[in-house]
């Protein structure tokens, strides 16, 4: 088939970064926004309506506060349309089920907006890993946390701990067993706006998410004016250590492992720190190639990799376990999580 026509549907800050990746592409757009200013600000042709814009085109991106993505979803979906829907793709692991179930009865193409995935250097940790140069791994640990807006329609987990709980799976190969968490609401605002998760996993890994908006940030944040960030991950296995800092656009790789000396003592035999030379990326251009994939989706009619299944409904029962294991003070096993 073409170039699918699509629908930006919300062009709030990163609505705007969606608008710029499409024009890169050059692919066919409409936008479509309630704030009629919004969307005239993405610089795109403006639908009308939601629905003048969905019988206009193939395919719609929900980039719109979480509480809406459901139901636009769902109307995307009922009008014929393959759907791009940003993360977090549900609030709960029964919304995502849900909706992956209505996209395959449909036949529709449903790719969630997993942006990490798609950076360079996250690409290359999990080639690394894969390709065993890592060694067995045991430890995992993402920071995404700083000092920045609290948004009005989620709380941590929904806005930043969810990219780390798709990513660290992803770049592990295997998804965890158990999870403990503790969140915490220090603004008092009945959002949980500081959050620690722990995942174990059946290899004996173990992983670390830390989430929040009232934490000192290291860096200017990307999309967001004002705001300070880190979004950092450590990947520590037998063979090699990683360090990556996505704000900075740095990654630091040491090679080696622990060896036995004397009297019981296990040494560091690791090397400098190397630069493995991964090409930085700006949020126009990971969006971009996001897109890209999700277009060649569309035409190819063929799942794409981060499905509402892989993309959705597993980081989303991660997040459900980790408020069960907050709310009840214990180990939340993923299997008690439908």
């Known amino acids: ?13 990163f609505g705007r970064v969606h608008a710029a990746a499409l024009r890169r592409l050059e692919a066919p757009a409409q936008a479509f926004d309630p704030d009629a200013a919004a969307a005239e600000a993405t610089g795109l042709p403006i639908a009308p309506t939601l629905a003048e814009g969905l019988a206009a085109c ?6 719109t ?34 909706l992956a179930s209505l996209a395959e009865r449909g036949g529709r193409i449903a790719q969630v907006g997993l942006y990490f995935r798609f950076h360079p250097k996250a690409v290359a940790l999990r080639r690394m890993v894969a390709a065993g140069e890592f060694g067995h791994l045991h430890y995992l640990a993402a920071r995404f946390s700083g000092l920045k807006r609290a948004r009005g329609d989620s709380g ?31 603004l008092g605002r009945g959002r949980e706006d500081l959050a620690v998760i722990q995942m174990m996993f059946p290899s004996g890994l173990t992983a670390l998410i830390e989430a929040g908006c009232v934490l000192p940030g290291r860096w200017p944040d990307a999309v967001v004016p004002g705001a300070e960030t880190r979004k950092e991950i450590v990947v ?45 990326a700006d949020p126009v251009t990971v969006v971009a190639a996001e897109l890209a994939a999700f277009i060649e989706a569309v035409r190819d009619r063929r799942p794409p990799e981060a499905g509402l299944r892989t993309g959705a409904l597993a980081p989303a029962r991660i997040l459900d376990a980790a408020r069960r294991s907050a709310l009840e003070g214990r180990v939340v096993a993923l299997e008690e999580i439908a």
């Open 236 to 280: 520590a296995g037998r063979a090699a250590l990683a360090e990556v800092d996505f704000a900075a656009e740095t990654f630091a790789l040491r090679r080696g492992a622990h060896e036995p000396a004397e009297q019981g003592a296990w040494l560091p035999r690791h090397g400098p720190r190397e630069d493995p030379g991964i090409a930085a």
């Open 58 to 63: 193939d395919a719609a991106i929900v980039a």
């Open 1 to 13: 088939m073409a170039m699918p026509r699509i629908l930006l549907i919300g062009c709030g800050a």
């Open 65 to 98: 506060p979480v509480p809406t993505h459901v139901p636009l979803a769902s109307t995307v979906l009922a009008a014929g349309c393959d759907l791009f829907l940003e993360k977090p793709a549900t609030e709960t692991a029964a919304e995502a089920a849900a």
């Open 156 to 186: 941590a987990l929904l806005n930043d701990a969810v990219h780390f709980a798709d990513l660290l799976p992803w770049i592990a190969g295997e998804a965890p067993a158990r999870v403990f968490a503790t969140l915490a609401d220090p």
